[in-house]
């Protein structure tokens, strides 16, 4: 199997932006009621983008009390859920553990590890992207990043400030909820654009 290269950070810088959702296509779940109403609409879906988040640990040894925020996205909205009410924590845990839903994303492992520590759960059905494209010949994990430039010739903007914000907060601000719910989508795109079960050519 031939091997390729993931994009240099230099290469990335060269192309144009990929657009973003924005505040319009992305739904905040912080209460019971938005909680079910987000069961509602994606309960039914085949497959979602799926990411987390946690307030950054600063100290040796010191342990994330993450995750404080998930994500699941379709193609063109995304649900970024707060985990303080404990209806939102029952129904994030339930469309992670629906194995009907195919759950997508890149470098999932440590997601995996912190849900099970803070929902109790497993999550079932889910798709580590980076391994997809291992097997096509990619050595290294391309991330989203990478897999945005090879599928669509685009930069996928992601912030520095935004990914080690305080996600723990109660009130995010609109920056985290753009940050947030674009790692999900970008996700998702690259999983629809791949095609599933995805063709051998990238």
Known sequence: MPQFASPTRDELALLEPLDRLGLADIVLVATAAQADHAWKLLSSCSALGFDTESKPTFFRDQVSEGPHVVQLSTLDRAWVFQLFDVRCRAIVAALLEAEHITKVGFGLA??????????????????????????????????????????????????????????????LSESQLVYAANDAWAAMRVFDALGWPPSQGV
């Open 110 to 171: 440590g997601d995996h590890t912190q849900i099970r520590r803070t929902l109790g759960v497993e999550p079932r059905n889910v798709l580590d992207l980076n391994g997809v494209f291992r097997k096509k010949g990619y050595a290294k994990e391309i991330g989203v990043r990478g897999a945005v430039a090879v599928l669509f010739n685009r930069r996928f903007l992601k912030s520095k400030k935004a990914t080690t914000s305080n996600w723990a907060n109660r009130q």
